[in-house]
T-cell receptor, first 112, second 116 residues
Framework: LAKTTQPISMDSYEGQEVNITCSHN???????ITWYQQFPSQGPRFIIQ???TKVTNEVASLFIPADRKSSTLSLPRVSLSDTAVYYC?????????????FGSGTQLTVLP | NAGVTQTPKFRILKIGQSMTLQCTQD?????MYWYRQDPGMGLKLIYY???????DKGEVPNGYNVSRSTTEDFPLRLELAAPSQTSVYFC???????????????FGPGTRLTVT
């Protein structure tokens, strides 16, 4: 079971780059790393997913070192609307869904 | 596509009552999930299904039941409501493909349930 560990909270200012790191020391060979964003009173929303190295899309980048025991979500030039809880999820496409465990997430607060 | 829809949005139950939370997806996803989220906490998996007619327990299944008679629908049943079941319930779906598709879940808007 690939448990994840994230910081409980982070503060940043508008326009700064924010990096949130997730530790997953017992990640399995077939596991992918997926990040979600959740606003209050809403369901989580997919941000980005990766298996190794670096992945970039229109909203974020995901950095995964060679040993894959951690990953870093990078949000460029955050705004107030990026204030949310961010979850790191580790799991395999064909693995048991029981292993898809959401941790407590990281509360990101963007300040003006 | 409407994505994942859930009804009702809010519900208040008395202890011992029963109810069914409805979940429907129109993306032809084979995987569906039910989570609960208590205040300030992460999501906990209650039940999941990998296809019509197949369901399995998650982390916190006690007090709940599910069925999956069609690809689209995955209702969650609470038989004897207890205050400990006060929570926000999220339904999600995903597609089993390669490259981590099954881990990319699409969530509904949630049902806020209070048991008093």
């Amino acid at each position: 079971l690939a448990k994840t560990t994230q910081p409980i909270s982070m503060d940043s200012y508008e326009g700064q780059e924010v990096n949130i790191t997730c530790s997953h020391n017992n990640i399995a060979t077939n596991d992918y790393i997926t990040w979600y964003q959740q606003f209050p009173s809403q369901g989580p929303r997919f941000i980005i997913q990766g298996y190794k190295t670096k992945v970039t899309n229109e909203v974020a980048s995901l950095f995964i070192p060679a040993d894959r025991k951690s990953s870093t979500l990078s949000l460029p030039r955050v705004s107030l609307s990026d204030t949310a809880v961010y979850y790191c999820l580790v799991g395999a496409p064909s693995g048991s869904a029981r292993q898809l465990t959401f941790g407590s997430g990281t509360q990101l607060t963007v300040l003006p | 596509n409407a994505g994942v829809t859930q009804t009702p949005k809010f519900r208040i139950l008395k202890i011992g009552q029963s109810m069914t939370l409805q979940c429907t997806q129109d993306m032809n996803h084979n995987y569906m999930y039910w989570y609960r989220q208590d205040p300030g906490m992460g999501l906990k998996l209650i039940y999941y299904s990998v296809g019509a007619g197949i369901t399995d327990k998650g982390e916190v299944p006690n007090g709940y039941n599910v069925s999956r008679s069609t690809t689209e629908d995955f209702p969650l049943r609470l038989e004897l409501a207890a205050p400990s079941q006060t929570s926000v319930y999220f339904c999600a779906s995903s597609y089993t493909g390669d490259k981590g598709d099954a881990v990319r879940q699409y969530f509904g808007p949630g049902t806020r349930l209070t048991v008093t």
